[in-house]
């Protein structure tokens, strides 16, 4: 599909917050997925245009990154942490059912075409593993039912919540995010979990704290 | 030892990550004292304060801010190395979702110290809830006057980019991240020059990571002798450490440096149904795996460095022992392969290959011949690249055969599932084969 002047125009302005235009071309692919619902010819195209290099050097870096696709994703992309701590402690098996309930593999549309399954590697949440990603967005503690469970309301078009995060949108909608990232949801859903606050309950039921300004220090710090 | 909340101390607080929040408990104090202060002696404050980058490295940060050349005329940056990709690491993710304007307001401090007037963050893609966090976050301290011209009407402007990443473990590596930040394929440089020389546009630049820049608004408001009194010598301070795994109660736990993994286990309410540790990790997959007997050991720089491994991240993975090394290590090398940005020949090729041999063994073929081969393997590829991919790359086998080499042997006829039944080691009840 063509690319619009209104996302050339959105194109520009990314350009535009970088001392060198060329730094925008990341979130120029991340747009361009988030329209075209993959990395298209025309989107390739459209970001040499703008930003005045070859289609080759535009291709060469969207195949480079893992989260630009090739072909359409569909409108959710799952994934799964398989890397060794979320794998060995669950994922595997919550892929296995994944696979098994999509109808499909790793990197691969499922059946229906709706869903996109990916094997990721970590992603930075391994004290909630085994976790898996609705359109990137973190699903914490994952079991195969839970899991399946969640596309299952997917399917059906129900209102799924982020473990850590707003409600689950769509792969196009996460896609523009990542091209413009003040997409006013900063306030959605909750994003410090109990996981996250361990220690810190333990400190303040044991009365724990970071020692105070030591008294020679404190008179070089107040003047400043 | 006792727990030292800092960073984390108010992340009970629903609003911590508004502006309004962050300021309830004194935030932006220290960019109101800061920017009162020459430049200079903002880097002698974190110089004295021994902070080291909590990325990995444990470089000195004041050092690395010290290394860029003043009255050079050409611009200079701040990028924060928000790439958080690194199997095991849960750390800074957390700062970003948890306490946004503690890195923002780093940032900004940072940036008056070195005399930057623009900052990227670079965040990774795959976590969008971490994107659009921080880009709140710069978004109101803009508005508050903290981002901009002329910021508290000093002469200091600054502006900052919060720029989304697309999925390359390669970019956590400070020049591939810049090459990635200036549009390209995300591939490591050559160094030198250094980046404090020749970094983002062949500038000067100074690269942190996100928990060592979330640390510099409670240094400049509290003091270097403040943050000493935390740790040890070599590694002053404290740290957001992340404990995950077969333990009770993983989580976000912030302690001095030096605190053992001992205290943090029983902190994390100890393993799983009473089972026995089998192997853990410091920080990140990155760092030679340790075990029981290394449990006493302080969590500094120093003293990991004495037992063969780092400190890395602090982000501990614990495994009991119901997982088997062979499948864990097959699988970090397959991080590895896959990961490799394929720039240097023995980095490529070297992980292709060890991965090859590997997996014959988790499926039970591995040739005997191959437990050796893989560590020499190992030995060509650590040191003969250009970053330090390689290097990790080659770690996680070489301690693995120190503790664990009869379980190679097995694998030579018995598969890693049927040695140990992976269900045993899933999180949940009820899986089956």
Redesign the interface.
């Known amino acids: 599909m063509a690319i619009s002047e209104a996302v050339r125009e959105e194109m520009r302005q990314l350009a535009a917050?970088?001392?060198?235009s060329?730094?925008?071309?990341?979130?120029m692919?991340?747009l361009v997925q988030s329209e075209e619902g993959d990395v298209t010819i025309d989107g390739i195209n459209a970001c040499a245009d703008v930003?005045g290099i070859t289609s080759a050097e535009v291709t060469?870096?969207s195949t480079?990154?893992?989260?630009?696709k090739r072909q359409k994703v569909g409108q959710h992309h799952i994934?799964v942490c398989?890397?060794?701590?979320c794998?060995?402690?669950?994922g595997?098996?919550v892929y296995a059912a994944l696979a098994e309930r999509l109808g499909t593999t790793h990197d691969s549309p499922s059946e229906d075409s709706n869903f996109w399954l990916e094997r990721?590697?970590?992603?930075?949440?391994?004290?909630?593993?085994?976790v898996m990603?609705v359109?990137?967005?973190?699903m914490d503690?994952m079991?195969?039912?839970s899991a399946v469970d969640v596309i299952d309301r997917l399917a059906r078009g129900e209102v799924v919540q982020?473990t850590?995060?707003?409600a689950i949108r769509d792969f196009a909608a996460?896609g523009r995010?990542?091209?413009f990232?003040?997409?006013g949801?900063?306030?959605e859903g909750v994003?410090?979990d109990?996981?996250?606050?361990?220690?810190?309950?333990?400190?303040?039921e044991?009365g724990?704290?970071?020692?105070?300004?030591?008294a020679?220090?404190?008179a070089?710090?107040t003047e400043? | 030892m006792?727990?030292?909340?800092?960073i984390?101390?108010h992340?009970?607080s629903?609003d911590?990550?508004?502006l309004e929040g962050y300021r309830k408990f004194g935030g932006y104090g220290a960019l109101v004292?800061?920017l009162?202060?020459d430049p200079d002696s903002i880097i002698q404050v974190v110089k004295d304060s021994g902070l080291r980058g909590r990325g990995g490295a444990g470089f000195p940060t004041g050092m690395k801010w010290g290394f860029v050349p003043q009255n050079d005329g050409k611009?200079h940056y701040l990028v924060v190395n928000a790439d958080?990709?690194?199997?095991?690491?849960?750390k800074?993710?957390?700062i970003m979702?948890?306490n946004p304007h503690a890195l923002v307001e780093g940032v900004i401090i940072a940036s008056y110290a070195i005399r930057a007037s623009?900052a990227f963050i670079y965040i990774?893609?795959?976590?969008?809830?971490a994107?659009?966090?921080?880009?709140?976050a710069v978004?109101q301290a803009r508005a508050a006057g903290f981002v901009g011209n002329n910021i508290l009407g000093t002469d200091f402007s600054l502006d900052i980019?919060?720029?989304?990443?697309?999925?390359?473990?390669i970019c956590g590596e400070e020049t591939a991240l810049l090459d990635?930040?200036?549009?390209?394929?995300?591939q490591p440089r050559l160094k030198p020059p250094f980046p404090a020389v020749a970094g983002l546009?062949a500038s000067p630049t100074v690269i942190n990571n996100v928990e060592t820049i979330a640390n510099i608004p409670y240094i400049?408001?509290?003091?270097?002798?403040?943050l000493r009194?935390?740790g040890t010598e070599k590694s002053p301070g404290?740290k957001v450490?992340?404990?995950?795994?077969?333990v009770n109660?993983?989580?976000?736990?912030?302690?001095p440096l030096g605190i053992t993994m001992r205290e943090l286990l029983d902190?994390?309410g100890g393993m799983r149904d009473g089972r026995k540790l089998k192997f853990w990790i410091p920080g990140g997959?990155s760092v030679p795996m340790l075990v029981e007997e290394h449990l006493d050991l302080p969590l500094t720089y120093e003293d990991m460095a004495g037992a063969g491994t780092m400190l890395g991240t602090g982000?501990p993975?614990v495994?009991d022992e119901t997982?088997?090394v062979v499948?864990?290590v097959t699988?970090?090398l397959e991080?590895y392969k896959?990961?490799s940005?394929g720039k240097c020949t023995p980095c490529r090729e070297g992980t292709y290959w060890i991965t090859g041999m590997l997996e014959r063994f988790e499926h039970g073929h591995g040739h005997e011949a191959d437990v050796e081969k893989i560590a020499h393997v190992c030995t060509q590829i650590a040191g003969r690249s250009f970053c330090a991919l390689g290097d990790a790359a080659a770690t996680p086998y070489p301690a693995a055969l120190k503790y664990f080499r009869d379980e190679f042997l097995a694998a030579t006829h018995t598969s890693a599932d049927e040695q140990f039944d992976?269900?045993a080691?899933?999180?949940?009840a009820?899986?089956t084969r």
């Open positions: 917050l970088y001392p060198q060329r730094s925008a071309l990341l979130p692919l991340h930003l060469a870096v480079f990154y893992t989260m630009y994934g398989i890397n060794t701590l794998g060995l402690l669950g595997d098996a990721i590697e970590c992603q930075a949440a391994c004290t909630h593993a085994p990603t359109d990137w967005e973190f503690d079991t195969p039912a982020s850590r995060g707003p996460t995010t990542l091209a990232p003040n997409d949801l900063a306030d994003s410090v109990e996981k996250m606050l361990a220690g810190l309950r333990i400190a303040k044991r724990m704290s970071a020692p105070p300004i030591p020679s220090a404190a070089d710090t400043g | 006792t727990l030292t909340p800092v984390t101390e992340w009970d629903p911590l990550y508004t004292s800061a009162k202060q611009p958080e990709s690194e199997p095991g690491a849960c800074d993710i957390p979702m948890a623009h990774r893609g795959e976590v969008p809830n994107v659009r966090k921080v880009a709140n978004e980019v919060v720029h989304a990443g697309a999925g390359a473990y990635s930040l200036e549009g390209y394929r995300g546009y400049i408001e509290r003091g270097a002798a403040w009194q935390f404290f450490f992340a404990v995950s795994g077969h109660r993983p989580g976000i736990f912030e302690a902190y994390a997959s982000t993975m495994f997982v088997s499948k864990a699988r970090w991080f896959h990961e940005c992976p269900i080691s899933y999180l949940f009820g899986a």
